[in-house]
C-alpha cells in the first residue's frame, strides 16, 4: 500500500532552518514528481517546491532562495531544506506524489512547522 511519511517539522525562532523529510513506500519511486504543499489555519493549502524524477525542481515565489527541495531516488525519500524561516512560513506541510503519467496523487498526513519568538 502507498504510504508518504513526513518528519522533522517543530518549532523553530525566526532566521531558523529545518529540514523535513519525506519517505515514500508502495509506488514506483521514478514515476512520481515529488511536491511539497502546505496549509496554515484559515488558509487554502499552498504549493511550496516540487522536484522531478530527474531533479528539475520548481518553487513557489515566497519559498525561492529561501527553501530547496531535494530527492533521494535510492532511498525513496524527498527533502526539503527551509532556511531563514519567517512567520508566515507556519502551517502543516504536506508531501505530495503526483505520476507523471496519469496524474494519480497521494498525500502525507503532514508534520506541523512553528515559527515564532
Known amino acids: 500500500q502507498v504510504q508518504l511519511v513526513e518528519s522533522g517539522g517543530g518549532l523553530v525562532k525566526p532566521g531558523g532552518s529545518l529540514r523535513l523529510s519525506c519517505a515514500a513506500s508502495g509506488i514506483i519511486f521514478r514515476f512520481y514528481t515529488m511536491n511539497w504543499y502546505r496549509q496554515a489555519p484559515g488558509n487554502q493549502r499552498e504549493f511550496v517546491a516540487a522536484?522531478?524524477?530527474?531533479?528539475?525542481?520548481n518553487y513557489a515565489d515566497s519559498v525561492k532562495g529561501r527553501f530547496t527541495i531535494s530527492r533521494d531516488n535510492a532511498r525513496n525519500t524527498v527533502y526539503l531544506q527551509m532556511n531563514n524561516l519567517k512567520p508566515e512560513d507556519t502551517a502543516v506541510y504536506y508531501c505530495?506524489?503526483?505520476?507523471?503519467?496519469?496524474?494519480?496523487?497521494?498525500w502525507g498526513q503532514g508534520t506541523q512547522v512553528t515559527v515564532s519568538s
Open positions: 522536484i522531478t524524477s530527474t531533479g528539475r525542481t
Open positions: 505530495n506524489a503526483r505520476h507523471i503519467f496519469t496524474n494519480q496523487d497521494h
